[in-house]
């Protein structure tokens, strides 16, 4: 099965001249503006507000992708920022969500380390080797980052739970094993995505490889 590749590249002629064209840049940005907003409401005991935000944020990231496309309002700038304010995103929150007892460690220190060698790939790559490459995310990689978004809101959602629902009610205990068995399943997607973008990315610094996966 072929994948799309998306070459960083300038936007296409038919939304270059668009005003509307730094839109979905424009909602990357807003979802890391959202980060301190989410730890703000979470930690002050407003978590159901705290999962609105989220899944607002979860939202923008759906739309900022569709807009671009749509409308061919890709951008150089746009290409790198999508990925980054994703990661950013989850590596920000997932640690906050640990301390809650939500989410496994060795989850949260597979996704903290996956994400940080993901995003050195800017400075590294795009900064200081200023290597042109193309970015064709594959379904392994597409499926580790929706679960992670999953696995965020499913930790807010008990948050509320918790603060809603009487512990007779056992809500915390569904919360809690469907978040057992989700952190396992992105454990083992965590390992096999590093399994499978660490010998590409160090291919990609020698100059013998210029897709990301």
């Known amino acids: 099965m072929s994948r799309r590749k ?3 590249k300038p936007a296409q002629a038919g939304g270059e001249s668009s005003p509307w064209r730094h839109l979905p840049n424009g909602i990357s940005l807003f ?10 409401l979470s930690l002050s005991g407003h978590n159901l507000s705290a999962l609105i935000v989220f899944c607002v ?6 739309l900022d ?9 890709q951008t150089h700038f746009g290409s790198v920022l999508d990925p980054v304010a ?3 995103f989850i590596l920000s929150l997932i640690p906050l969500l640990w301390s809650y007892g939500s989410i ?17 790939v800017v400075p590294v790559v795009f900064w200081w080797l200023k290597k042109e490459v193309t970015i064709a995310p594959g379904l392994l990689s597409k ?14 959602a008990e948050q509320v739970a918790i603060e809603y629902f009487p512990e007779t009610s056992g809500a915390d205990k569904i919360f809690e094993q469907s978040l057992d068995a989700l952190t396992l399943l992105g454990a083992l997607l965590e390992i096999w995505v590093l399994v499978k973008f660490v010998p ?7 100059g013998e490889k210029d897709l990301i996966e």
């Open 57 to 62: 944020a979860a939202v923008s990231d759906l």
């Open 104 to 120: 496994s460690g060795v989850y949260t220190a597979l996704v903290i380390l996956r994400f940080s060698i993901q995003l050195s």
């Open 65 to 73: 992708g569709w807009l671009a496309h749509r409308f061919h309002w």
């Open 86 to 88: 994703d990661r950013l």
């Open 31 to 40: 979802r890391v503006v959202l980060i301190p907003v989410i730890f703000w």
């Open 200 to 206: 590409r990315y160090w291919k990609i610094v020698r």
């Open 6 to 8: 998306h070459k960083i």
């Open 143 to 156: 499926a580790a980052m929706a679960l992670a978004f999953l696995v965020l809101g499913m930790g807010f």
